[in-house]
């Protein structure tokens, strides 16, 4: 046998090894594609990264992990949260090593279907950064909420942590006075990354070089303060973070001297219909803030997926959107005591854009605002962490066909025992669910939804705070969580190697 043979059949045995199911065919011929489809399985593996929440003494965080139960998941596996060092101090000690990573993590995620929960004060909270392995990457999530007692960003800040990515959009900022932004940046990986910081109002693009090629070190944090970035005063800011390499999460943390904070997450990809789900029932301000990131203008209708229907707001039923300008749109009460979520559509032609709404609730000294930004649909699975007993509300919309939607309730962090509900979402419609609650409840819990069939279904999780007196609230928006991933099925055969 020749040694360019032997060479190919050890290529092919290796290949095999290293894959488990890996397969190369060829065609048979007769053109026609007789490939099956491809297979939905769970990932192995998920990175999620959560910004340094605080520097507020006053603050208290909470920290909840969780993973739903998936079917045909590996047993085995685990995750972990670390502490990322901040990247004013390269993530070295005194002694050119490592710093405190080695401290017990806040919190311990634990085996799917249970959560599990965790606790900090103060200002010195760092970052986190996170990974889970086998059975726990599935849906991994973890939600960080925060309560401020006073001062700047005083209420309830709540963020799901998120994903490492090469690309932000985060339509909602501001420079105008009374607030203080920061842009949090966090580097899971082993390698530094190079970010550009770029920030659009109302006239355009903010010249600034500050944030071009703003290095994060490898498993590191930093923030940046909006204003250190220009000098304009801007009440409505569209800010784009875009990695040139590496990958990082990134979040804005929206803090205001008068109606709280809280974090304003990346919205949707740029698209020419947007859904913006769960507008509380109670809010007394909405703003909408839009930006098209490309060389036309977008004009688009507002429209209001009220319980009872699509309703167009009075006075609001178009915004027209400038090419790479940010627009600001005050919608006042829009939701008028019930439940709502902003759909967006072109009236011509489709035009990507990004949007997101600040919200506040309460009056005079007693607001508090949070951020909904446009939400991918909640898919085949999304879930959320860290609900509590008579402070959730879950928000479902099916701004086209009705849906059928499956809602689970997972046992407490301290106890109780799970339990399910099922919903029917009519078209065009957005309900405040009566979601479950588990049974015996000790601690706070996951929710957990699943499209059960109809058309998509977006969704959001309002969290209120403990403190009846005070509007305190956050919004959480729930899309897919990117469980499984779509693997092309594949037969073994080597004949390929003999021709």
């Known amino acids: 046998m020749k040694r360019t043979t ?43 990264l959560c910004p340094a929440p605080s520097t507020s003494d006053l603050a208290e965080t909470a920290y909840t992990s969780f993973t739903p139960v998936t079917k045909g998941a590996d047993e085995k596996g685990g995750a972990e949260l670390t502490t990322a060092e901040t990247a004013a101090d390269g993530g070295k ?20 279907g249970t959560p599990a929960a965790g606790e900090t004060t103060g200002a010195d909270t760092p970052a986190l950064i996170g990974t889970a392995e086998g059975g726990t990457a599935p849906g991994w999530t973890v939600q960080q909420t925060t309560e401020v007692a006073a001062g700047t960003g005083r209420g309830l800040q709540g963020v799901n942590c998120t994903a490492p990515d090469t690309e932000f959009w985060f339509p909602g900022a501001s420079t105008a006075t009374g607030r203080t932004d920061y842009v949090h940046l966090t580097n899971p990986d082993d390698s530094a990354a190079v970010v550009d910081i770029e920030l659009y109002g109302k ?20 923030s940046l303060l909006l204003s250190t970035l220009s000098e304009v005063k801007e009440t409505d800011l569209t800010v784009h973070v875009g990695v040139r390499s590496g990958r990082v999460g990134a979040a804005v943390q929206a803090l205001d001297d008068k109606t709280g904070g809280d974090w304003l997450t990346a919205a949707a990809d740029p698209a020419s219909e947007l859904v913006l789900p769960g507008i ?12 098209t990131p490309g060389g036309t203008d977008a004009d688009l209708k507002v ?10 707001p009075a006075g609001h039923e178009t915004v027209h959107v400038k090419a790479g300008m940010t627009t600001g749109v ?18 011509d032609g489709a035009v990507p854009v990004v949007a997101a709404v600040r919200v506040v609730r309460g009056k005079g000294d007693e607001q508090e605002s949070a951020f909904v930004p446009a939400s991918d649909p909640v898919g085949a699975r999304a879930t959320v962490a860290d609900n509590r007993a008579k402070s959730t509300t879950l928000a479902l919309a099916a701004p086209g066909e009705a849906a059928k939607v ?5 046992a407490g962090t301290e106890g109780g025992t799970p339990a399910t509900k099922t919903y029917t979402i009519k078209a065009g419609t957005t309900q405040n669910v009566d979601a479950p609650v588990p049974a015996g409840l000790k601690g706070s819990y996951a929710l957990t939804v699943e499209t059960v069939s109809g058309g998509p279904v977006h969704a959001s999780r309002i969290l209120t705070g403990s403190d009846d007196d005070v509007a305190a609230f956050t919004v959480q928006t729930l899309p897919d969580d990117r469980g499984m991933v779509s693997v092309p099925n594949a037969d073994e055969d080597l004949k390929v190697l003999q021709k």
């Not at 429209?303 to 167009?312: E, N």
């Open 6 to 48: 032997l060479s190919l059949i050890a290529c092919a045995t290796a290949l095999a090894a290293v894959t488990g199911f890996a397969a190369v065919s060829a065609p048979d011929g007769s053109g026609t594609d007789t490939a099956a489809p491809a297979a939905r399985l769970p990932v192995e593996r998920t990175s999620l």
């Open 93 to 112: 000690d005194d002694k050119g090593g490592k710093g405190e990573k080695d401290e017990k993590p806040v919190v311990q995620p634990k085996a799917p």
């Open 203 to 222: 006239d355009g693009a903010l010249k600034s070089t500050v944030g071009e090629g703003v290095t994060v070190p490898p498993h590191t944090s930093e």
């Open 280 to 291: 509380p029932k109670d809010a007394t301000a909405v703003r909408l803030v839009l930006f």
């Open 303 to 312: 429209r209001l997926a009220s319980p009872s229907g699509l309703i167009t």
């Open 330 to 347: 005050d919608l006042g009460e829009v939701t008028r005591g019930e439940a709502g979520s902003l759909v967006l559509t072109p009236t």
């Open 406 to 410: 499956k809602v689970t309730a997972s």
